[in-house]
């Protein structure tokens, strides 16, 4: 070729054809737009659920399985979605992600699936405490496990009884559909709506009530109930609790689940029923979401048990558990059941017993005794007066106190491990013991702490019993269990009458908690030391003493409750850190999902596993998609062919000629032959266009170039390879796919390729600009260095930039519309601007000041350096036919 | 933009139904109300509408064939398929039977006014397409 018509070709000069573009490639153009739409819209939402659970992966929050459900839906919805639709975009060509997302999907499922497995052989609905030890934990759950470990292998007095087991809760739920129905009521809450959990627990727990028993539960459930009947009489009345898996285990589960007292056999069905649905207490749902236990890894099973005619009962521990390094074992009680002392309603009376030697009581304190809790005739229990002379009496002798304190440590002994015990004394001065669980006590070297003493400029307010070792300081905020503790601000300390498990909906959120009445061997107390919240309970007027929004500084090592911020308590005594999920059943489900799902270990488009077969995951499996869309988008406009329908050619004064295919609202005129930039309604193209016809710009000005720099072009368009494409290229029409918020320009002159793709509109979340820019005529090092000034003026435009040899990816994505727009002005001027300088970005270039000066308006880039020589004049085409 | 978007809700849960046509109307949709997947193909013979919610699970026709069904009988129409029972599989089969979005109960109102909005786009467009 010669040069004089190559030149002609560099500059050119072109014999422009109408352009035309059928029906069916402009309904084609549309439908891809919608569904590159569509894409990007699913791309944006799966990298948000991703970006979602990797937070959940730190630890520092709750969740259940609802969540777990809920995201990996949503994953794959969105991941499938974008197969779907680069499907559409691309004619099928990547068929393969068909296969490799169902083999994921696959592994997901089986993440998921947290049935049960079925006992083998016949489902056992019944088993008689005698036949239960702690081996049987997993068919009839903890709590009647350990009863049957402590009547059968200790040889100490359980009350009779039977347990109701797993596989007939598994009965239950299946008869009545319930586990279905309940899996998708949870998954209407999101994780952090605590609103919502009292609701979805108040129509579980309705539902559950609610249902049938299946007629050989029922039967079999008061076919035992009548075996008691010979021993304990012709109606004897039960004590009905629950017992699932895992309960009074490793995590206590104090007191979140209900049990139903003095039970007959007209009531035992609806108390069965009523243990059940207590499994989705609010409290219960939060414990378990806090402790990261998938619901239905924890079925529950039910104790039946004759009531003892108690005339008192109470709680122990085995060693006092904020000093467990001390010889001692904690004893509480009160008249009447151990609902009161046990559930927080009654102040007990409390005893320090030595372990060793003859049980010697160290520490006894009178308790204020006011009520007592007893069975009715009627069935279920009644809360009544003390009289005074009861008040002042301990309910146990310092002999009792001995022996139960005997029978606390053979259980210890037993169990190898600090226990936690009911327990209740008969008529006949008979201890029954009522249950047992593994105490859970202080962690870490502490020193044995000092009683509560005056600290100077803070006044000694309160004392009380120790039962969650720590300190921590906030505002007051009183509170009743029944309040809605949703609104119990983070980081206030709890002030309350009486101790309750119902608390534990707000131990994630409180400094420390102050109680009245409450025992250290109390539900409260070991769901406290669970939950790390430093509490002082039994401190007889709480209520009273600390005034609502006042700050006070609670030292739960020494009991002691003091005015304002005590700084030198809260350094030393600092509460360890908050419990977090990591490690939890739930977190290593997690951790198994998110290994499907967001791993991202396709990062190089060059790289050879680029591929489907290379996606490891859903992450790697959308890099891919969104990679793979953006190409088949930049070829959207190769693919308008001559035919019936004219394309709309701008008729402005542009260094291309511009051809616009309106895909709806692009255009403010029907079509017509040409329109001018006010015809256009498309903002994004509107705004690339102002900026290529910017008038700093001087497009249509000789350009100064030095020697070197053009002949270095010159010579390199000749001798590459492929420089015939480049040269089939010189001069093409320039295509806008347009639509009202949307723009699809390519343009390829001389031997350069840029192309936008952009949507800009009021809907921030779905703005995004993509640009690509590739080429040029001169070597591989101009090429790359004007790729370089490229992809650094872009950076300082906010985009992300890759850069690949003389290949440059930038996009820019949720900016506002304004903002989106400036930027596309911005990239129509740097199309324009940037188009001759191959010539002139020699080695040694000092990009930064090329950088500056487009961002300075010096779009002519000027004072250029060296020596210049002026190019011959360019006939660039201004937008019309000639 | 919601003004006068026919949207047609079908489901099997009167509380979704009444709640959600409430929050719509509220925000400027006119909305319609079926109780199955039949009665949502016998409103759609007499009404025209501009997107369709439908309930995936439902007794009687499920929420898949009732797709189908609108699939052949007005085939622009675009179908917004909800479930409250988060299945991978179900969400690949509607997507598959040509269900525009696949969202899980309980929807977000805001997102859903979103993704009325994108399918009435789509909707708007496909409508302009020559034929």
Known sequence: MGAGRWMRRLFGRDRWRPVEVTKDSRTSLSLDYLTFKDLTTSNDELLEIIADIERKLEGGTAFGMAYLRNRTVGCATHTYRMIICLDKLSSRRYQELHVVFASMQKRLEAILDRTQPASPGTPRLIYPLSEVDSSSAARVGGKSANAGEIRNRLRLPIPDGFAVSIDAFAAFLGHNQLAGEIRALQLKREPDDSGGLNEISQQAQERITSSELPPALAEAMLAAYDELCPTHGSEPRVSVRSSAVGEDGEMSFAGQYTSVLNVGRAGLVDAYKEVVASLYSPQALFYRSVHGIPDEDLPMGVLCMTMVDAVASGGACSVDPNRPAAETLLVSGAWGLGVGPVGGTVSPDTWVVSKTGAREILTSRLGWKDTRVDPVDEGGVASMAVQASERQRFCLSEAHVRELASLVVMIESHYHCPQEIEWALDRQERFVLLQARPLRTAVGERTEPAPASQIDGHRLLLTGAAASRGCGSGVVRRCAESDDLAAFPAGAVLVTRHSSPQFVKIMERAAAIVTDIGATTGHMASLAREFGVPAVLDTRDATVVLAEGSVVTVDADSGGVYEGRVERLLASNAVAERKSVVGTPIHSILREVASVVAPLTLTDPRNPEFRPRGCRSFHDIARFIHEKAFEEMFRMSDRVTSATQKATRLDERLPYLVYLIDIGGGLRRAPSPCVRLEDIRSEPMSALLRGMMHPGLRWWEPRPISVSGFLAVATESMLSPGGGDGQRRLGDRSYAIVAESYCNFSSRVGYHFAAVDAHCSESRSRNYVSFRFKGGAADDGRRARRCELIGAILGRLDFQIERNGDLVNARLRKFPRDAMLQRLDQIGRLIVATRQLDMRLGPGTPIAWYVDAFLEGNYLFEPPGPQVQSAPAPEWPAGKER | ?131
């Open chain 2, 1 to 131: 933009m919601s003004d006068h978007v026919r949207v047609l809700l079908i489901d099997d849960e009167t509380v979704f139904l009444d709640s959600m046509s409430k929050v719509l109307r509220a925000r400027g949709y006119q909305v319609g109300v079926a109780r199955s997947g039949t009665a949502g193909l016998e409103e759609l013979a007499l009404h025209e509408y501009d997107v369709v919610v439908l309930d995936q699970r439902m007794p009687g026709m499920d929420g898949v064939t009732t797709l189908d069904h609108i699939r052949e009988s007005h085939p622009i129409l675009p179908v917004i398929m909800l479930s409250g029972h988060a299945q991978m599989a179900t969400a690949v089969a509607a997507m598959n039977h040509g269900a525009v979005d696949y969202l899980l109960k309980p929807a977000l109102v805001d997102k859903l006014c979103e993704r009325l909005q994108t399918a009435m786009e789509k909707k708007s467009l496909l409508e302009h397409l020559p034929r």
